[in-house]
């Protein structure tokens, strides 16, 4: 088990056990405050309810469950926690606890006057919050001294030293006692250092950059500017974000990615993580959640209306009802997108080429079929499996990555988000049948990397259906 692992497991325990402290020291404030005639003489009768104790196992579930979708024990949301992000967070989620409680259970119980209610309200509230981030706190604050003292640190090796980047990699590693980086060593991706060290790091080769980190335990990478250009350093960065490490780049890479970076300050040089896109962990557990319950309302409701098609697609020409196809996914992992065929049985067969406007590939269901987009609607699918969202650029081929990537060297940062079945560049653009589409559609699927939130979100799904209701998908 990793650090952050059980980091995760501790503050999920110590949650759900101040979480019950403060539930049950609001039973015992509950006592005293509702009035004699509607409560038990004896206080271990009141605790001893039968209602009292379902709300007693029920209510810490449903904060840790809170808590869990306001992000709080993500794997990228463990280790470097601000204590007051925390504090908001948890205020927020045991105010929801307290609102969700008085609701179900507390109006119930028939106090007529007002301002018992909102006593017992404020002090449900308290008790949930108090005990909860103290709890937090202490873990928190003996974290942050842990990582001052060079206790817990990430193990970082650094892609790209040079002579050219000598003078960055000192101040990285002046100022790695109190980033939580420790730098162990450098890996020549470009063959350009000589010997076996580097200012005193060992220098580590291998041609698969991806293997040799693995191999040396690389816990985080930094990537430093590549002598051959910004295109081979975006390589390097496309080779390494299915590593599933933090992954952090300089402030020069990332704004010639013409991007807002996400600073981690490294005290004199900061660095940029680039392992995922600016949003915050609710969000993305939000999105996730709201990608599980559409897909599979869809996959159930449209259900008559995929087997219509299937008929459709399978009466019209010979060969497979779906059309399944290898696509780089979040972080570069590749998966099989599902479609239902829209063109001839092999109609690949001399190498990958895009559709084109009138092409003769395409089958009459097929044209049909792409002009509403429901060709895209099994990629359902792949939403409930977590491959894919509802709304984020769409995944493309690794065949045509490389060609988009060795002019566009940003393409690399596409794959800090879940592609999805509907995009800004879909919207904005459509169906690319060459490079030089895929390249203007990528400017839009940058734009909402930056940009991407439930609103953003919302209005793309509202275009999205205006397109296949007016037939403008082709």
Request: overall charge positive.
């Amino acid at each position: 088990m990793t650090e952050v692992d059980r980091q995760r497991m501790k503050y999920a325990l110590a949650d759900w056990l101040t979480a019950n402290v403060g539930f049950c020291l609001f039973d015992i404030g509950r006592f005293y405050l509702v009035p004699a005639e509607l409560r038990d003489h004896r206080l271990i009768n009141f605790l001893l309810d039968r209602a009292l104790i379902l709300e007693q196992v029920f209510v810490p579930v449903l904060l840790v469950a809170l808590l869990a979708l306001l992000g709080s024990y993500n794997k990228s949301n463990t280790l470097y926690k601000s204590r007051l992000d925390e504090a908001m967070t948890t205020l927020i989620a045991s105010g929801v606890t307290m609102l969700a409680v008085f609701f179900v259970a507390l109006i119930n119980d028939n106090i007529s006057e007002r301002a018992t209610n909102y006593e017992l309200m404020l002090l449900l509230w308290a008790c949930l919050f108090v005990p909860v981030f103290a709890a937090r706190y202490v873990i928190l604050s003996r974290n942050a001294r842990r990582i001052r003292r060079g206790d817990y640190v990430l193990e970082t090796y650094v892609v790209g030293a040079s002579a050219e980047n000598r003078g960055k990699l000192e101040k990285i590693i002046r100022s790695s006692s109190r980033s939580g980086l420790r730098i162990k060593g450098c890996i020549d991706a470009d063959g350009v250092l000589e010997g076996d060290s580097f200012i005193g790091l060992p220098v580590c080769r291998d041609a698969d950059i991806r293997t040799l980190c693995r191999r040396v335990g690389a816990q985080a990478i930094v990537v430093l500017p590549s002598g051959r250009g910004l295109g081979r350093t975006a390589e390097i960065i496309n080779e390494l974000y299915p590593l599933e490490r933090p992954l952090f780049v300089t402030p020069d890479i990332h704004s010639l990615m013409s991007l807002r970076p996400k600073v981690s300050s490294v005290v004199n040089e900061p660095v940029t993580d680039i392992t995922n896109a600016r949003i915050s962990p609710a969000a993305v557990n939000c999105k996730r959640l709201g990608d599980i319950v559409v897909s599979a309302l869809a996959l159930v409701v449209l259900s008559p209306v995929l087997a219509a098609i299937a008929i459709a697609v399978r009466l019209d020409s010979p060969g497979p009802v779906l059309y399944r196809q290898k696509r780089i996914g979040y972080h570069k992992r590749p998966f099989m997108i599902n479609k239902f065929r829209t063109m001839r049985d092999g109609a690949e067969t001399d190498g990958p080429a895009l559709a084109t406007e009138n092409d003769p590939r395409v089958t009459r269901t097929g044209h049909f079929l792409r002009k509403y987009r429901l060709d895209e609607l099994p990629q359902f699918w792949n939403v409930l499996m977590g491959e894919m969202s509802l709304v984020g650029p769409r995944p493309e081929r690794e065949y045509y990555i490389r060609q988009i990537l060795s002019r566009h060297p940003a393409y690399s940062l596409i794959h800090q988000v879940r592609p999805g079945i509907t995009s800004w560049g879909m919207v904005k653009y459509g169906y690319a049948s060459s490079v030089e589409q895929m390249l203007e559609r990528l400017e839009y699927d940058l734009l909402y990397i930056e940009n991407v939130s439930f609103g953003v979100d919302m209005k793309i799904l509202f275009y999205t259906v205006s397109t296949v209701l007016t037939g403008k998908g082709l």
